[in-house]
């Protein structure tokens, strides 16, 4: 029988946010230098042939590799989170994911190495996956369990917050290297913002030290209702819940590796555009992510998230087009225009999404419910949209309609799958209330 559990502890809706917000930041920091360094150089460190699409695509499958680890880690973590509480499971993420960057930025060259540089490299990606599929839930869970009902999307879209701003520091992080010749940013230079990582670390993990335990989970001890296998309960009970989340995942985690990963490769690989005018472009593009999303969680507490991501996902169908039709003309305005109209609308999405798929799931179960949808969606849509994007330009040479439709397919998937959890989530409300009445 399990112990009695403590007081409940004070709300600290402040500072579970400022904390989902800097923890988050760094980890997708981590996780994003690998993936402008994976778009950037690591065919040429780590996979060098004579021919730049090979090298590109054995790059861009480490990085999908990383995708696939993350369910494994929302399992693991989502385990730890719903059993031993949120705070703990947190700070175990963030401490294997600071660790495993270092250690790539650490990294011999297959120059020097052979075939165990590019083990390594996926051994360490492999680790990076399993932390980030453990962070994202339990970062949403502690930001929106502190926080009041009424304003729990708000709160949970701090967690959110942390993507653009992981983005932003890792591309300033690259485009400061930009200065560097080719020579010096592939021996060297590009293993910078790697070892920075280390000092982040520690900052995340003094932050994270002084966050209460969710109010919520404390409950959850109280009352003695911890799931022996979480992740086994919600695949028995709420298998159907967890496909319709993954769906409206779809295009906010595709399309985040869409416009910065795929699209960082295919303006210069493709249309051969400077390196260091795409890094600038993508810089601002996401200073505007980091300005919207907060606005549209906000608007989602005050209309009805639902209203929020129905309307979001539909323009997002037909954003892509103006989209290529401003990228491919190659200045800046054009790029930041074209890249920030699908921009706009997948941000709403990405940040109203995590307290609307929080919801879907019980408390005793909400770790590895929202963690293992988030994370499968992430293993399908994140890991194999760079590779699909690639194989679709290789294919289909000065073409971007079939790109477009591409970005379209992933926001009509979310578009169903919003409208779809809508009337599921009804459904399950009507069931506990006759439940409750008989």
Not at 54 to 80: D, E, W
Not at 135 to 146: F, I, Q, R
Not at 151 to 178: H, K, N
Request: glycine residues 8%.
């Amino acid at each position: 029988m399990a112990a009695p559990a403590s007081p409940a502890p004070q709300r600290q809706p402040v500072r579970a946010a400022t904390a989902a917000f800097v923890g988050t930041t760094i980890e997708w920091y981590d996780f994003y230098i690998y993936a402008t360094a994976a778009a950037l150089v690591f065919g040429k460190v780590f996979f060098p042939t004579a021919d730049p699409f090979v090298s590109t695509m054995a790059s861009f499958g480490t990085f999908a590799a990383g995708f696939l680890a993350r369910p494994l880690g929302g399992v693991i973590f989502g385990h730890l989170g719903d059993r031993v509480g949120r705070k703990n499971a947190l700070m175990a993420t963030l401490v294997i994911m600071g660790l495993a960057t270092v250690g790539i930025g650490l990294l011999p060259s297959y120059a020097s190495a052979g075939l165990w540089a590019p083990a390594l490299l996926l051994l360490l990606r492999l680790a990076q996956g399993l932390a980030v599929g453990g962070e994202w839930g339990g970062a949403v869970l502690m930001a929106g369990e502190h926080a009041s009902q009424r304003r729990r999307t708000f709160a949970a879209s701090f967690a959110q917050l942390g993507s653009p701003a992981g983005l932003i520091l890792s591309l300033l992080a690259f485009r400061l290297l930009t200065t560097l010749d080719e020579a010096d940013f592939v021996s060297w230079g590009w293993r910078v913002p790697f070892l920075i990582s280390a000092v982040l670390l520690l900052v995340g993990y003094f932050i994270r030290v002084g966050v209460n335990e969710s109010p919520d989970f404390a409950k959850v001890l109280e009352r003695q209702q911890r799931a022996e296998v979480p992740a086994k309960e919600v695949l028995r009970t709420a298998w159907r819940t967890v496909l319709l989340c993954m769906g409206v995942c779809t295009v906010a985690i595709g399309g985040i590796y869409f416009t910065n990963t795929f699209m960082l490769s295919y303006t210069t690989q493709t249309l051969g555009l400077n390196r260091a005018l795409i890094l600038d472009c993508l810089f601002v593009v996401a200073i505007i992510q980091f300005i919207v999303q907060p606005v549209a969680a906000w608007l989602a507490d005050v209309v009805g998230t639902a209203r929020v991501l129905i309307t979001a996902a539909l323009f997002s169908v037909f954003a892509p087009y103006p989209m290529f039709m401003l990228v491919t003309r190659g200045d800046a305005f054009s790029i930041v225009a074209g890249i920030a109209i699908v921009l706009v609308f997948m941000a709403a999405i990405y940040s109203a999404m995590a307290g609307y798929i929080s919801s879907a799931f019980a408390t005793h179960v909400r770790y590895s419910g929202i963690s293992l949808s988030y994370q499968l969606c992430g293993a399908v849509a994140g890991g194999l949209t760079p590779l699909i994007g690639t194989w679709l330009t290789y294919h289909y040479p000065g073409q971007w309609l079939p790109l477009a439709i591409f970005y379209s397919v992933l926001s009509a998937i979310t578009l169903v799958s919003i409208w779809a959890l809508a009337g599921h989530k009804r459904r399950l409300r009507l069931d506990a209330a006759h439940a409750a009445a008989a």
